[in-house]
C-alpha cells in the first residue's frame, strides 16, 4: 500500500491473506508481525491507497473489502434467470490506476464497480470460447474463466483481459467493445498474467502456463 511506511500484503494456500510491514524485522519477530485479514485460499489482493480499503479474495471468487476495520462481501452475482458467473479459483480483482474506488473482476464476463464493490455492471460479454473442458482440464474448478485482468496505467479504459484457455482479449474503451488479440499464442493454455506496460500505451505482456497440460513450460509473449 502508500502508507508510510508501506506494509506488503499476500495470499497463501490454506492460510487467508496476511498484511505485514516492509521495514527489516529483528529475529524471530516475523511471526508476531503479520496480520490475518482474509480466511480459505488467499488470492488477489489490491490495497489503492494507504491500506485504509483493501480488497480481498480467496477461491471462487469471494471477495470483500476491508474498510474502517470492517470486512463486507462483494462478490458479484448474476441475474434471475441468467447464467450464471463462472469463478475462476483464484479470481481476479483489480483497482484502477486512475481512480481506486473503480474494480474490475473477472468470471466468464469483464465486470466493473464504480462504488468500491458495492455494485457491479457488466462490460463484456461471454469472452471464453464456451467450449466444454478436455479431460485433463476437468476438475472441480470451473473452466471457460477470465485468469488474468488488467488496465493500463497510461490510459484509462484500456483493458486486457485473459482466459483458463489461452484467449487473450483488448479493449480500448472502457469495455464497450472488445477485441481478441490471441493470434500467433499457444491454444490451450492458461494466460497466468496480462501486464500493461507503465512506459508506453502500447505495450502488453501476458505469460501463460501449461501445467494442466502436464508441462512444466513457462511462455512469455510481448505485444
Known sequence: DNAEPFRVYGGLQDNGVKRGPATPLK???????WSVLYGGDGGFVVAPRDGSTVYLERQFGFMSRLEGGKRKLIRPAHKLKETPYRFNWMTPIVASPHSPDIVYTGTQKVLRSLDKGETWTEISGDLSSGRKPFIGERGDVPFGTIS?????????GLL?????????????????AWTECAKGLPAGRWVSRVEP?????????????????????ALVYKS
Not at 529475529?27 to 508481525?33: C, E, F, H, K, R
Not at 486486457?160 to 464497450?176: K, L
Request: proline share 4%.
Open 27 to 33: 529475529p524471530n519477530q516475523a511471526a508476531d508481525s
Open 148 to 156: 488474468a485482468l488488467a488496465e493500463s496505467p497510461r490510459r484509462f
Open 160 to 176: 486486457y483481459a485473459g482466459t483458463d484457455e489461452g484467449r487473450v482479449w483488448v479493449s480500448r474503451d472502457g469495455g464497450f
Open 197 to 217: 506496460s507503465r512506459h508506453a500505451e502500447g505495450t502488453v505482456y501476458a505469460t501463460f502456463t501449461a501445467y494442466r497440460n502436464d508441462t512444466t513450460e
